[in-house]
């Protein structure tokens, strides 16, 4: 299979593994499975400008001006190959229109897989420059996930790569707020600071979380919340139990989104029981509905924050 860029063009870019899988997510993909590896023995070649890659990318100016067999070939012969691997093959034409100029074919609509890879693309060649005016027209609403999925850490990756800081931090905070486990860059060149903080401020709040509930408890427990004896015991248990059953108990709570987590905080149940008008009566109709303020857990726990907060992306830019 071969494809022109340029028809002079001096260079032959030769793919090899070509759609290779991209991005793997374990759990279901919303945008549908990446497309299998091309198994062309031979690659697909596409004929390229030397002088366009060279202007646009310093992985290809070493290429081709170094001390390599590329440079040396293209000077002795005028012309030369140099050989790529695992490239989706409509992103890399994509990319390589781009560099070429050839703005006239280079789509306006882009799904988010197709701008994803190519943006890696760019990041690995180095022309993340060259890509910068296509951010107004590729980044649309209709391509932004509302989810926590394989989509969404595309997202993440995109608006890292064009430094987009608002959608960056509302992409962070979905990730953060709705993963039920350790959050994982799927391959993708977001660096490693950024999941490592995802991961660590997705944990610490999740920690805050379950920290309020214990110690909320611990007051109960200690004296500090309740009116009396059977108040505190019955609202140790109601809350024990919540915590229980709605796996907000520690470790299980690790375990489950901070967004569920949050969720379940505020459903606690008021407890409800009847108890003596006076001190030492027994009369069964002299009763009273109990209540006391602290069986409001709403009160109590006060305001739950239901999401996490989103990373700034400022603060990883160097």
Same mark, same amino acid.
């Given at each position: ?34 497309? /299998? ?13 030397? /002088? ?21 070939? =293209? ?12 490239? @989706?093959?409509?992103?890399? =034409? ?17 799904? *988010? ?9 760019? @990041? #690995? ?15 649309? @609403?209709?391509?932004?996930? /509302?989810? #926590?999925?394989?989509?969404?850490? =595309? ?23 709705? %993963? ?16 490592? $903080? ?32 059977? %108040? $505190?015991?019955? =609202?140790?248990?109601? +809350? ?6 709605? /796996?907000? @108990?520690?470790?299980?709570? *690790? ?44 009160? *109590? +726990? ?8 989103? +990373? ?7």
């Amino acid at each position: 299979m071969a494809h022109v860029i340029d028809p002079s063009g001096e260079v032959t870019i030769i793919l090899h593994n070509a759609n290779a899988p991209f991005a793997i997510w374990s759990a279901p993909i919303s945008s549908g499975p990446a497309r /299998k590896a091309d198994d062309t023995n031979k690659g697909v070649r596409i004929r390229v400008s030397a /002088k366009h890659l060279i202007l646009a990318s310093p992985v290809f100016e070493r290429a081709l001006t170094g001390p390599w067999r590329e440079s040396i070939t =293209l000077d002795q012969e005028g012309s030369t190959e140099i050989t790529a691997e695992g490239w @989706d093959i409509e992103a890399l =034409l994509i990319f390589l229109r781009v560099i070429h100029c050839q703005f006239q074919l280079v789509p306006l609509d882009l799904s *988010l897989e197709v701008l994803a890879k190519v943006t890696v693309i760019a @990041d #690995y060649y180095g022309c993340r420059a060259a890509l910068g005016f296509f951010s107004c027209v590729w980044v649309q @609403d209709s391509i932004i996930p /509302k989810t #926590y999925s394989r989509d969404l850490m =595309l997202w993440v990756w995109v608006t890292w790569f064009f430094t987009l800081p608002d959608q960056f931090r509302g992409a962070t905070s979905i990730a953060m707020s709705q %993963c039920s486990g350790e959050i994982y860059s799927l391959g993708l060149p977001i660096p490693r600071a950024v999941i490592e $903080r995802m991961n660590a401020v997705r944990q610490s709040s999740i920690q805050s979380l379950h920290g309020l509930l214990e110690g909320q408890g611990a007051k109960i427990l200690h004296g500090e919340r309740g009116c009396h004896f059977e %108040c $505190r015991a019955m =609202l140790f248990g109601v +809350l024990s139990m919540h915590m229980h059953d709605n /796996k907000l @108990d520690w470790p299980a709570i *690790l375990g489950q989104s901070y967004e569920t987590s949050a969720r379940a905080t505020e459903t606690v149940r008021r407890p409800r029981w009847r108890e003596p008008c006076s001190e030492g009566s027994s009369n069964t109709n002299n009763r009273r509905l109990h209540n006391c303020p602290d069986c409001n857990f709403t009160r *109590l +726990l006060g305001p739950v924050e239901q999401s996490v907060q989103g +990373l700034r992306l400022q603060n990883f830019l160097v």
